[in-house]
């Protein structure tokens, strides 16, 4: 377009508006310029060239994205952590350019020593695929695409998540590849039991995992940890015959007593010998309604413990209808805040044990201090089908307590044995600490007798960390024949059903490397355990 005819143009504008002419006037004006008529073909050139251009570009994508089959995992899901531990021991790792360090446990909590310390003394750091670095490999002859990302969520917490794109596969393959990382999670989790809790938002999420506990640590009278397990066992074994039978396949278990008596060891060690995970229904949670709480226990897995710690104290309130308790003061009892409180009631929690939507194949473990307290219709069989009593300690567990706590690992033993002489060599350090304490055995026994590790207790009385530091590694020796003896002595210093194993454990505790110790002082422990207890008792009887 010329510049003369531009200037026409604008005039021919102009002197329309000034003299007020009409719409359509204008309108001619401007489609009669070329120029109007020049960049209006570009615009729609431009417009179908970049319509064709998208179109193949979808089209090639959707064609791509046809041979790939894509899937999300999101953090706070057990399948994100699955994914993450899968991803952090493939061999494929080592090729990323671009990576993060992570200290983050995905569920797993590294085990235990027998002292009840993390066996590593650093967290373990695993190195993954950094934030929105594409990861690219092979596994088992197929294409494998990870992307992890972050996003902001809500209150600033960011969410993770995990986007895995395999070539070539189908929703089996994905499956497959999911057992395989559920798999992984299981081999590196190792000798421990997942406990799951409900998040605020009423679904299981996975709390955390704890070494299984042996049986064998249980001490309860004769018979009764055996009974208990064989009982479960049978149960999970009998699924066919309840059915055929017509009844619900679920089982209670109600275990009740005195305090720190093993109630909640024994579940743990039930769940670690069964391989089953555990979870736990807390009724006191603030905000627990009936509904929520029907909704937590349809959701339960097929097979599965479900536990419920305390279960009198989350219904002081509302629960019992025998309250008040015998010898209780009602008026004593502390008001629940029900804001605070859950708002579970007695008929609510019977229906969600044994309702509908109660899931079957669960075994339900129920605690309680307060056996009375309970209503019937909770305790009564089809609910709680087999009742276990807890009581303080026996004589029969007080020995048996002791000996354990005293008895070497087997690490120990062995490690102890090959370097006899060594030790033998440090016993000779302390000669008047072995004459005074004339239990431990001498070298020349120690190679005709069984030995057992028990650290020397000398330097009592120096609490340093050095010193206890040193007293833990200092080793000598105990012939089982004389642990038998301290194990009787203290059997006839601990009075029968006096005190909790809770309690004994403490107390043993105190003196963990010193038996003759732990059995020379175990009289007066007595004594004043009893006599606190007295002084406990005479203000409430002063007070009635
Ligand atoms: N019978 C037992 N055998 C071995 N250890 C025990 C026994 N009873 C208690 N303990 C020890 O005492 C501690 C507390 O035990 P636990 O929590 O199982 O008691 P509890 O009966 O569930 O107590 P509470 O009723 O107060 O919840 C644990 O460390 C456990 O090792």
């Given amino acids: 377009m010329d510049s003369n005819n531009l200037s026409a143009n604008l005039t021919k504008i ?67 952590d699955w994914m993450m531990v899968w991803l952090s021991q493939h061999p494929a790792r080592a090729n990323a350019r671009k990576i993060a360090a992570s200290t983050s446990a995905f569920g797993l909590v590294s085990p235990m020593d027998s002292y009840g310390n993390p066996k590593s003394t650093s967290r373990k750091v695993r190195f993954l695929a950094a934030y929105d670095y594409s990861l690219a490999f092979w596994h088992k002859r197929r294409y494998i695409r ?60 996975l709390l955390t995992t704890r070494p299984k506990r042996p049986l064998a640590s249980i001490i309860l009278d004769a018979g009764v940890k055996e009974a208990v397990l064989e009982d479960a066992l049978d149960f999970l074994d009998s699924k066919e015959w309840y059915s055929e039978r017509g009844i619900p396949f679920r089982r209670g278990y109600l275990l009740y007593g005195a305090p720190g008596s093993g109630k909640t060891s024994l579940i743990q060690s039930i ?15 603030a905000g627990l309604d009936d509904n929520s709480l029907q909704e937590l226990i349809s959701d339960l897995p097929e097979q599965c413990i479900a536990l419920m710690e305390d279960i009198d104290v989350a219904f002081h ?27 579970v009631s007695l008929s609510g929690l019977l229906n969600a044990l044994d309702g509908v939507g ?23 069989p089809g609910r709680m089908d087999v009742h276990v009593e807890f009581t303080l300690a026996s004589k029969y567990q007080v020995g048996q307590l002791f000996e354990r706590f005293y008895l070497p690992t087997p690490r120990a033993s062995s490690a102890q044995r090959s370097s006899s002489s060594d030790t ?13 304490d004339s239990g431990y055995g001498t070298p020349a026994e120690a190679e005709t007798e069984k030995l057992i590790d028990v650290p020397q207790p000398s330097d009592i009385q120096d609490q340093s960390l050095a010193a206890v530091s040193r007293r833990r590694k200092r080793n000598i020796k105990i012939s089982l024949e004389k642990l038998d003896i301290l194990v009787e002595e203290f059997r006839e210093l601990i009075p029968e059903r006096e005190f909790s194993m ?6 043993l505790l105190l003196h963990k490397n010193q038996p003759h110790r732990a059995v020379k002082c175990a009289g007066k422990w007595v004594e004043e355990e009893m006599a606190k207890r007295e002084s406990r008792k005479s203000p409430e009887k002063e007070n009635q």
Avoid at 358 to 380: K, P, V
């Fill in 14 to 80: 102009a002197s329309t508006f000034a003299g007020k002419s009409s719409i359509a006037t204008l309108a001619s004006v401007v489609f009669s310029s070329t120029g109007f008529q020049d960049w209006l073909k570009l615009f729609l050139v431009g417009g179908v060239f970049e319509a064709c251009r998208r179109t193949a570009l979808r089209a090639w994508r959707r064609a791509f994205d046809s041979f790939w089959i894509t899937v999300d995992f999101e953090e706070g899901d057990d399948s994100y």
């Fill in 146 to 205: 990870v992307v992890r990302s972050k996003a902001e969520g809500l209150n600033f917490h960011s969410m993770q998540s995990l986007n895995l794109s395999i070539l070539g596969g189908t929703q089996k393959v994905v499956q497959e590849i999911l057992e395989e990382a559920r798999d992984c999670w299981e081999r590196t989790k190792g000798e421990q039991i997942s406990v799951y809790a409900a998040d605020t938002r009423n679904d299981w999420r």
């Fill in 271 to 285: 769940a670690g010998e069964l391989n089953l995970d555990v979870y736990v229904i807390s009724l006191s949670r």
């Fill in 317 to 343: 309130r509302t629960l019992s209808r025998d309250l008040p308790v015998e010898g209780e003061e009602p008026t004593k009892k502390p008001v629940a805040d029900p804001e605070r409180s859950s708002k």
């Fill in 358 to 380: 109660a899931q079957e194949g669960r075994l339900l473990f129920a605690t309680t201090n307060r056996y009375e307290a309970l209503d019937l219709a909770l305790r009564r």
């Fill in 424 to 436: 033998a060599a440090q016993i000779g350090e302390d000669d008047d600490i072995k004459t005074s």
């Fill in 502 to 507: 809770a309690a004994l454990q403490g107390y």
